[in-house]
Structure formats: C-alpha cells, structure tokens
C-alpha cells in the first residue's frame, strides 16, 4: 500500500494550461492592435474611404476643367447637324405656270426627207368619246373641240360624238370606234380631279394608257383630252385642251394619210 501511495500523481491539467496560454501569447504577438494601425499599416474601412474621396476629387477636379457650355448653343449645333429634309419633285400643276413649256420651236435641219401634218379636216370624219362625270367640265370641253373642228374644216355631219360614264370608259369607246376604220382620227375628252384617296391615281392612269393602246392596235390616232388636275380651279384653267385636243388629232390623221400615200407610190 505504501508503495502506491509514495508515486508521483499525474498532472493531467498542466499542460493544457500551459498550451492555452502559449497560443494566446503568440496570437498577441501576430496581432496589431489598433492603436497600431496609422504607425504600420492603414485600416481596410479607412482605405476604401481614402479611395472613394480620392476618385470624388478626380471627378470635381475634372468637371471643373470642363469650360460650360450654353444651352442656346447646344440646340443650335443640334439643329445644325440635322440634315436638310428631302425636297420632293413639284408635280406639273404645282410648277410655276411659265416654266411648263421651253419657249421656241422645233427647227429640223434643211436637206432631209419631212413628213409633217397639218390640223386638216376637209374630207375627215372624226370620233368624239366623252365622258359625262364632272359634266359640266366636259361640256365645256366638248363645245370648245366642236368649234375647233367647225374652224378645221370639219362639217358637223363628219362628227360623231359617244358619251360615255367616266374617264375609265374612254379606252373603251374609243378602241370601238377606231375599230370600225370609219373615222380618221378618234378625240377623248374627260376630267379627273384628285380628291382624298387613290381612286384618281387608278382612273388617270388607266385612261391614259388605255387610250394609247386603243391607238396602237388599231393604228387610228387617238388623241388625249382628259384634264388631270388637283382641283376644279386648275380644270377651269385648262378647258382649252378641247380644242388642243383636236388639232392634236388632225395633225396625227393627216401623217398618218401621207404615209399610206407613200407607201401607195413605193416609197417615192
């Protein structure tokens, strides 16, 4: 029994003490304290905040250097760099009235074969369409070419006048009496005005060429007397195409008689 109790007991709580304050002592030794901090090294929050003034500065100091600019002058260069708006074509009717047609003449060179006609009409019969929309425009129109035919030499019994509906119909009539080969020449009379949707674009236009086909396949001259205009006053100005119309037509006839009498003669 004494030799048990004569040994040396075991100190189990030593040297976790001793562990435990060794490991705090080199961690105090590691760490700086904050009262450390400006003598070694700037504090990570105090860094960031050094940053964020220094670039405010950079950006003050660099709005600072810009010269201000005026706010008239910046809508001025705006309104400078805008580019100039595409200027349309005028149309016919919209162009000043004396540059519709070049002042002179036609002048062909002496010494060449010419075949020219005249606005004739002795021994001529003539087709009349017109149309009875817009009448009171077409009659006007009409009476105008009967009194140019009158002046031509074309006795009223040579005349042969078809109303017809509109404009479109013209094509129509027209391409039925060149077809009946009685007529020296056909005159299409008609107004269209422009109003606020297509419908004048397709009845212009169809009436055209309509007209010219009507002319083409038979070979008897047609001639267009159809006012296209953007309005009734611009129609009202332009009545005299009537009697255009018709010396247009004669004009046309009468080639086209000197050509069939020269090819009669063999070309001679």
Known sequence: MSDGLDRPRLNLGAEPDEERREDVTSADD??????????????????????????????????ADEAPVDEVEVEEAEEAEEPPAEEMPAEEDELPRGSQHAAGDLQIPDGYGVIE???????????????????????????????????????????TVVPVPGAFELPLAAMALAKTRRYSCIVALGAVIRGDT???????????????????????????????????????????KGAEAVRTALEMADVFAQLRAAAGNGGQ
């Open 198 to 240: 297509p419908h004048f674009d397709y009845v212009a236009g169809e009436a055209a060429s309509g007209l010219q086909l009507a002319g083409l396949e038979t070979g008897v001259p047609v001639a267009f007397g159809v006012l296209t205009t953007d309005s009734e006053a611009q129609a009202r100005e332009r009545l005299d």
């Open 117 to 159: 006609g005249e606005p004739s009409g002795s021994r001529r019969s003539v087709g009349v369409v017109v149309a009875r929309f817009n009448g009171e425009l077409t009659g006007q129109l009409l009476n105008r070419a009967l009194d140019e035919l009158e002046r031509a030499g074309v006795g009223r019994e040579a005349v």
């Open 30 to 63: 590691e760490v700086v304290s904050e009262q450390d901090w400006p003598s070694q090294i700037t504090p990570p929050a105090e860094a960031e905040s050094e940053e964020a003034e220094e670039e405010a500065e950079g950006e003050a100091d660099a709005h």
